[in-house]
């Protein structure tokens, strides 16, 4: 069986990672692709400005949360070298979600886990303090990433401490410690480590886009309410 199968089999015993849960009433689709012509505006590297659009948009639509974002072909990671280190190609598909929510909001652990790993990636446009879950699901192991959350979500978390479904266990960052974007979290589902600890990509080449999305496959099955 398919991983989005097995995830989908048990999507009623999943815990929301906010409260209120996310739904279609109380959430906004926002765009961050080349097609949004509202970004040509923006100053990518001013975070203020950045901030001030993101929260116009989502107060404009009078909902609670922001969202969107897998897989998208996105204009903003122009505001960091971080994501064009490759002098051919940038780094432009986004392999999670964001969900962008208020700084300080509590997460919580959509299932049993126990933590692989944690660390804070500082560089500008990087995740900032992250956290990645290891869960088991019918004897397959798979991970969930947790970016641009507050440096107090760092604190007394250990690798293999035990994280129980419906647990709050960090909390959304603000900038500029998160990475310095506004405040969102960004929500990644990953199959195989390939071996790294504390980070994961969360931007690929468009050329990588087929193999990352295998490893990396839509988090939207933990978002039901926005699907149902």
Known sequence: MHFIDHI????DALHPLFEPELNQGNTFM??????NK?????????TSQLDKYISAQIRKSGKQYGYGGYLENREVYRRSALFSKNQDEARSIHLGVDIWAPAGQEVFSPLDAKIHSLQ??????????????EHKLEGKTFFT?????????????H?????????PFCQVGNFPVNGDWPAHLHFQVILDMMGKWGDFPGVCLASEKE??????????????????
């Open 159 to 167: 690798p293999g401490d035990r994280i129980g479904p419906g647990t």
């Open 211 to 228: 193999d990352y999305s295998r490893i990396c496959p839509d988090p939207i099955v933990f978002f039901r309410q926005l699907i149902a």
């Open 8 to 11: 989908n089999a048990i999507s």
């Open 120 to 133: 804070n990636n500082a560089q500008f446009g990087d995740y900032g303090p992250t956290i990645i879950l």
């Open 38 to 46: 509202d970004l040509q505006t923006i100053d990518f590297g001013n």
């Open 145 to 157: 990433l947790y970016g641009h959350l507050s440096l107090e979500s760092l604190m007394g978390l």
């Open 30 to 35: 926002l765009d961050f692709s080349g097609s």
